[in-house]
């Protein structure tokens, strides 16, 4: 949360400049307290500005809501500020009331409501909204099913370089919903969320070893990949190495935790 905060501080003073200097000095406060852990403070110097309208602080007071910074955590006042900043166009507020829909937090479990939110952030450029986004149109939620518009937002995040995305785009080339199957194009998108170290796509790396698609079958390889998802909390991780031991040397084992162990070294990449 202390990044956001921070990025914000940078927007909201280029974006006022002199002509309300005021208003800039008040946030500015606001994020100084905010970035020592003071968010009681914070929320003094923000809720003036929320309340006359300025959509930066309206988010960042739905945000101390819905953490409980700085004030007792309320999940309907966190979507009610989220609510006035994301009606402006704030992206971040779409994005955030977006989960809360999906996920009935302060709100009621609404995933029309989710999906509405989440596409006028995803068009306006934000990753996490364009994940969530595919994800909806890939599962069918709130949204008819179209995989080609689950393609196309996982893409869209995927060439941004976000794991999410990444991943989101190699399990569709895997399962051919969308796009022409393409297991090289899946391990490709797999490799690339996995070397930024989302454990998902590290298990789903594994199993492309495991069983061949994409690259040649090598069960050492196989198991590293899932000892490292495994170490990264990937319950399906643990499953899988713990199943492709069975059929291992120990030679084997011993040769793929090794390598597990290098490739953490490396933070994932070159493994």
Known sequence: MQYILCSLVIGLFLALGATTDLRAQNFERGAEAAKSGDFAAAIREWLPLAEQGL???QFNIGLLYQTGSGVPRNLKEAARWYELAGKQGDPRAQTNLGFLYQ??????????????????????????????L??????????SQDFNEAVKWYRLAA????PDGQYGLGLMYQNGHGVEQDFNEAMKWYRLAAEQGLPIAQSNLGAMFATGRGVSKDDVKAYMWF?????NGQPEGVNNRDFIEKNMTPAQIVEAQKLARECVAKNYKGC
Not at 106 to 130: C, I, P, R, T
Not at 134 to 143: E, I, L, W
Not at 159 to 162: A, D, L
Not at 227 to 231: D, E, L, T
Request: a positive charge.
């Open 55 to 57: 959509t930066v602080a």
């Open 227 to 231: 000892n490292v998802a495994a170490s």
């Open 103 to 132: 996920r009935g937090i302060g709100v009621v479990k609404d995933y029309n409501e989710a999906a509405k939110w989440f596409q006028l952030s995803a068009k306006q450029g934000d990753q996490v909204a364009q994940v969530s």
């Open 134 to 143: 595919g994800m909806m149109y890939r599962n069918g939620q709130g949204v």
């Open 159 to 162: 060439e941004k370089k976000h």
